[in-house]
């Protein structure tokens, strides 16, 4: 047997191997801007014109420019190499640039135009990022895990297929943390990936390093997971847009973590992007390819792109100003207020109230359903490597009193459990229905719930332990968006002068609020509908924004 090498040394290989992936894009930041805390704004310091220009198109103006050919794929994806290298250089979100790989594809979507004077596929020439857990043929795929440094990817997983075959560039994989299982991204392979406004708190997670990436305009749109809230929570935190579809809508073949096959809370891939219709593009693009046809387990259900609504479509809006547990931060209840205020000047909308149904119970259930064997298979993972817990892989696995090794009658119980609060919620739903059509049909419900992304901003690095306003919605596996509303303002989210706690829980969120290291932070808010009612989500929040006054 091979002598095991530490894992420091291993570490240590990975980041020059990123660092090489780097060379040819590097750009070199003078030590004074390296110490400023927002990254934001230092991309219009370092970069040239046509980069900065190229790199601020949302995806859908890119794919209109590329397929008018008023800029070519290699120009594109150049500028994109060239932003996300310098994304990495400070906010750590990269674990390999793909130069050669993003380069030759590029122009091979060049000639290929030139050939036959029009593009590829939806995607022609479009830049897009992917999170490393996703796999991609012949390139490593390690899942945040030392000991998994050298495993490689077979073949490129189901979902990246199709958006090649649409004509896609990948440039970038990015960071996720040590067990996937962290609202943070920070591993013993790479470190810890920092917010794009403020390098003292965290870019979320487990899909961090899309965010700070996206966030900080190095691509803009990206392939993340979510389980728990590791699209949305770094969309939130980064200020951009993510979207967990409802399960078993798109591939998921391909992708790397523990447990594999294990599916008691179903696992998403969904998109980030910096624009809704980013993520329209995504959904759109693999579900017309009817990926269900060589993935059996998916849903045959096309993309309905006739979900369209008008004045005379009548909605009806809840608001969920809190989940019962644990009660948001000023600017998150301020963001809901003003929201709540624009809505009410939408003709067609009708605002009410939502009353979270046991919150509580629903993080019972699905912390016991997380990890069905006690946390066995991640530990030995770790310790295979001798990498040190990272301290939130600790605190979710270690400390969380739902994880327990659960013998086959036990998760019976919990599966069980699960699908009894599912009917319950239902119920819930349901009951917010104003009356029956001449079938027999509700008529008059809830469309869909606004509400907090989380308890707060973006917190410091290693805080985030609350995970119920995302995971909420992976326990009911309804679809959710993401989408940023504002700023945080310390002169006008101070906090309260009387305050209540709901639990022990809301306690420590109020110990983590920091108006002043929180100040220009993004706020974002989350739509949510009913499962499989995704087209609606996105159409729904489509309306409200272009209605936005």
């Known amino acids: 047997m091979k002598p095991k090498r530490p894992w420091q040394e291993i570490a240590r290989e990975a980041q020059e191997y ?43 103006e890119l794919i209109k420019l590329l397929a008018n ?65 996703i796999g991609m043929k012949d390139l490593g795929l390690n899942a945040g895990y030392v000991a998994w440094w050298g495993k490689v990817a077979t073949e490129d997983a189901h979902v990246l297929q199709i958006l090649w075959d649409a004509g896609a560039v990948f440039h970038a994989r990015t960071t996720q943390p040590q067990s996937m299982m962290h609202l943070e991204t920070d591993s013993n392979l790479y470190g810890v990936t920092v917010n794009p406004y403020n ?78 219709e980013g993520i329209k ?18 849903v045959p259900i096309p993309w309905d792109s006739n979900v369209q609504l008008s004045a005379d479509t009548p ?50 259930i699905i912390s016991s359903l997380y990890f069905t064997d006690g946390g ?3 530990a030995a993972t770790i310790a295979e490597s001798g990498e040190p817990w990272r301290p939130l892989t600790t605190w979710m696995i270690k400390e969380n009193s739902g994880v327990k090794k659960l013998t086959p009658q036990k998760l019976y119980y919990w599966q069980e459990e699960r699908e009894a609060y599912r009917k319950e919620y239902a119920k819930v739903w349901n009951e917010t229905a104003t009356g029956k059509d001449e079938k027999g049909r509700l008529e008059g419900m809830v469309d869909a719930i606004l509400c907090p992304v989380g308890p707060g901003v973006a ?20 679809p959710a968006v993401v989408f940023p509303v504002g700023y945080v303002d310390k002169n006008r989210d101070g906090m309260p002068n009387q305050l209540q706690p709901l639990s022990g829980k809301d306690e420590e969120n109020w110990a983590l609020y920091d108006v002043d290291e929180f100040h220009g932070l993004p706020i974002s808010l989350q739509l949510v509908g009913r499962r499989f009612e995704d087209e609606k989500v996105l159409a729904i929040l489509g309306y409200i924004l272009s209605n936005h006054k």
């Open 315 to 364: 909605l009806k809006i809840a608001i969920m100003w809190n989940d019962g547990v644990v009660t948001p931060h000023p600017p998150i209840t301020r963001a809901l207020q003003e929201a709540v205020a624009r809505l009410k000047t939408i003709s067609n909308i009708e605002v009410v109230e939502w009353k979270p149904y046991l919150h509580d119970e629903s993080w019972a």
């Open 281 to 298: 593009l995504f959904m759109k693009t693999v579900i017309d390819s009817k990926p269900w046809l060589s993935e059996p387990a998916l």
């Open 69 to 133: 050919r008023e800029l070519t794929a290699t120009e594109v994806t150049t500028a994109f190499l060239r932003r996300a290298t310098l994304a990495q250089k400070l906010t750590n979100c990269i674990t390999e640039l793909l130069p050669h790989r993003a380069l030759t594809r590029a122009k091979e979507l060049d000639t290929y135009f030139q050939q036959h004077g029009r593009p590829i596929g939806p995607l022609h020439g479009l830049p897009i990022s992917v999170k490393e857990m």
């Open 459 to 478: 917190p410091k690095h290693d805080t985030a332990k609350y995970w119920g306003y995302t995971s909420q919605w992976n326990m009911l596996d309804y």
């Open 376 to 378: 066995a298979e991640d």
């Open 18 to 60: 990123r660092d090489a992936s780097l060379a040819t894009f590097a750009t070199d930041v003078p030590a004074a801007l390296e110490t400023i805390k927002n990254s934001k704004i230092i991309p219009m310091e370092l970069l040239q014109v046509e980069d900065l220009t190229i790199t601020v198109f949302r995806p859908e």
């Open 199 to 276: 390098r003292n708190l965290s870019a979320g997670g487990s899909s961090g390093g899309e965010g700070a990436l996206i966030g900080m305009w190095g691509s803009c749109l990206g392939v993340g997971s979510d389980i728990g809230g590791s699209i949305r929570n770094p969309a939130a935190n980064c200020g951009i847009y993510g979207f967990k579809p409802t399960a078993f809508r798109i591939p998921t073949d391909g992708w790397c973590s523990t447990m594999a096959g294990a599916d008691p809370i179903p696992g998403v891939i969904g998109p980030m992007s910096t624009s809704l």
